[in-house]
């Protein structure tokens, strides 16, 4: 029987998801915002180019969403403990999350100015991990400002070295 996290206070759900659907969106919403901020600003420090940026930011949307939810499908089966139709939920989840999150980030490199788009993007990015973040508190149970300032360390680590890893191949490579 498919398992359902409820979001809320007693009595007043929030948010309801069945277990394999929240486990491939958690996924995919998070590799959606870290790998795609990553890749954007490893790209724009080295490169400078919105091309190269947008050029990024759709192949991951189609193949490393691809390639998680393929992960995710083997993840989950090699638990040995979930049916198929759960599997392939969590698997859908988070190819759809995945690609849908990742696009997102080309609204504003098409709209803006390449280095305001960045600061957006950032912005927009970290937004979408506190907020899930937050919704993972409350169904755990736990403060959410732990849980948000643990993911949001993380997301601007990786920013952070993707951005140095990226000036330090401009000015080694070009």
């Known amino acids: 029987m498919a398992q359902r996290l409820c979001v809320g206070q007693p009595g007043k759900r929030l948010l309801t998801m069945k277990q394999s659907l929240k486990t491939g969106f958690s996924f995919g919403l998070t590799s959606g915002v ?28 189609v193949a490393d969403a691809l390639s998680d939810a393929l992960g995710m499908h083997i993840a989950e089966e090699s638990k040995n403990n979930g049916d198929a139709s759960e599997i392939w939920e969590s698997t859908i989840a988070t190819f759809v999350a995945k690609f849908l999150i990742a696009l997102t980030f080309v609204v504003p490199v098409l709209m803006l100015p390449l280095e305001e788009a960045m600061m957006v993007s950032v912005g927009w990015g970290l937004t979408l991990l506190a907020v899930l973040s937050y919704f993972l508190a409350r169904a755990q149970q736990i403060p959410a400002w732990n849980v948000i300032a643990e993911h949001l360390v993380i997301g601007v680590s990786v920013i952070a070295i993707t951005h140095v890893l990226g000036d330090w191949i401009h000015s080694h490579l070009s």
């Open 34 to 61: 870290i790998t795609t901020l990553g890749l954007m600003v490893g790209l724009h420090a080295g490169t400078h180019s919105r091309l190269a940026v947008i050029g990024g930011i759709v192949t991951i949307a």
